[in-house]
T-cell receptor, first 114, second 113 residues
Framework: KAGVTQTPRYLIKTRGQQVTLSCSPI?????VSWYQQTPGQGLQFLFE???????NKGNFPGRFSGRQFSNSRSEMNVSTLELGDSALYLC?????????????FGPGTRLTVL | GQNIDQPTEMTATEGAIVQINCTYQ??????LFWYQQHAGEAPTFLSY????GLEEKGRFSSFLSRSKGYSYLLLKELQMKDSASYLC??????????????FGKGTKLSVIP
C-alpha cells in the first residue's frame, strides 16, 4: 500500500511569491492535516481537511490556506512568501473520525524562501 | 492552550536503556502520542497512550500519568538505528472528530558505540 506522497520535495522561492504544495493521502484515508516544521518552533499544526471541508485551523496568518478535493488529495497555498516561511511542510493522513486513528506522515516539502 | 516540554538532546550507549521524558500542560486532553523522526525523514508513529500506565511494544514502551501531566518513552537494547528525534504530542478533543496534535520540539537521541 503506497504511503503519503508530497510534491514537490524541494522548492526555492523568493519573498513575495506564492507557492502551492500538493499531498496525496494513503488510499482510503479521508483526513489530511498539514504541519510546518522549523528548528526553532518544531512541528506546528496548520489545518486539517476532511471530506473537502476544513475542520480545524492552527494559529497561522491568512496567507496560509488549503483545500481538499473529492479524491481526498489536498493542496496548501502560501501567498506573499516571507523569509520566515522557510520550513519543512509535512502532510499527514488518517482514515477518518476517531481520535485513535493513526496519523501517517508524508516525506515533506522543503521550502526555502530567499 | 498547550505546552509540552521534553529534553532537547540525549546521548546513550548502544545496548543500554534510555528514558525520554515529556511533560505537558493542556486545557483539554484526549491522548498522548510518540513519534520517531530520523534526520531528513517523515515522523513515524511509535505509540499512543490514553489511559494511565505502561504500554509495551517490543523494545519500546510508553508510560502516561494523566494526573501528573507526564509521559515517558523507554527504549531498551539501544541500537545505532535508534539515533533520531523523538516527538511527544498531545491532542485535545476538538469535537466532531477533528484532530489537532500539538507537538513538543523533540528530543534528539544520539546512540554511541
Amino acid at each position: 500500500k503506497a504511503g503519503v506522497t508530497q510534491t514537490p520535495r524541494y522548492l526555492i522561492k523568493t519573498r513575495g511569491q506564492q507557492v502551492t504544495l500538493s499531498c496525496s493521502p494513503i488510499s482510503g484515508h479521508r483526513s489530511v492535516s498539514w504541519y510546518q516544521q522549523t528548528p526553532g518552533q518544531g512541528l506546528q499544526f496548520l489545518f486539517e481537511y476532511f471530506s473537502e471541508t476544513q475542520r480545524n485551523k492552527g494559529n497561522f496568518p491568512g496567507r496560509f490556506s488549503g483545500r481538499q478535493f473529492s479524491n481526498s488529495r489536498s493542496e496548501m497555498n502560501v501567498s506573499t512568501l516571507e523569509l520566515g516561511d522557510s520550513a519543512l511542510y509535512l502532510c499527514a493522513s488518517r482514515r477518518s473520525g476517531g481520535f485513535t486513528d493513526t496519523q501517517y506522515f508524508g516525506p515533506g516539502t522543503r521550502l526555502t524562501v530567499l | 492552550g498547550q505546552n509540552i516540554d521534553q529534553p532537547t538532546e540525549m546521548t546513550a550507549t548502544e545496548g543500554a536503556i534510555v528514558q525520554i521524558n515529556c511533560t505537558y500542560q493542556t486545557s483539554g486532553f484526549n491522548g498522548l502520542f510518540w513519534y520517531q523522526q530520523h534526520a531528513g525523514e517523515a515522523p513515524t508513529f511509535l505509540s499512543y497512550n490514553v489511559l494511565d500506565g505502561l504500554e509495551e511494544k517490543g523494545r519500546f514502551s510508553s508510560f502516561l500519568s494523566r494526573s501528573k501531566g507526564y509521559s515517558y518513552l523507554l527504549l531498551k537494547e539501544l541500537q545505532m538505528k535508534d539515533s533520531a528525534s523523538y516527538l511527544c504530542a498531545v491532542g485535545p478533543d476538538s469535537g466532531a472528530g477533528s484532530y489537532q496534535l500539538t507537538f513538543g520540539k523533540g528530543t534528539k537521541l544520539s546512540v554511541i558505540p
